[in-house]
């Protein structure tokens, strides 16, 4: 399995930018697919952006053009850079892995989160 951890959240005005970032550690070459989930307040959490193995990145419509997600594989971290912030964009924001351990078992992991709050 795989440890998540997240950092770089914080406090921005409308029109800021922040970059989160999430280091990976354990079996992370059985990972399949990492990214982003966020929730806010009274909301189902829902997916940002998921980088896959394949190499293509996809993105909620809510975020296209404003975020961009990268890994760096030697370092077992993946971003998400956040431009154009709006306060809808307020939420905790989670990292999340999707992988195969040896067992042939598919398993899904979770950070603690970070908040992002965006002020109007």
């Known amino acids: 399995q795989v440890q998540l951890v997240e950092s770089g959240g914080g406090l921005v005005q409308a029109g800021g930018s922040l970059r989160l970032s999430c280091a990976a550690s354990?079996?992370?070459?059985?990972?399949?697919?990492i990214g982003w989930y966020r929730q806010a307040p009274g909301k189902q959490r829902e997916l940002v952006a998921v980088l896959l193995s394949s190499g293509s990145t996809n993105y909620a419509d809510s975020v296209k053009d404003r975020f961009t997600a990268s890994r760096d594989g030697p370092k077992n971290t993946v971003y998400l850079q956040m431009n154009s912030l709006k306060p809808e964009d307020t939420a905790v924001y989670y990292c999340n892995a999707k992988g195969t351990n040896r067992y042939g078992h598919e398993y899904v992991a979770w950070g603690r989160g970070t908040q992002v709050t965006v002020s109007s």
């Open positions: 354990g079996s992370t070459s059985s990972i399949n697919a």
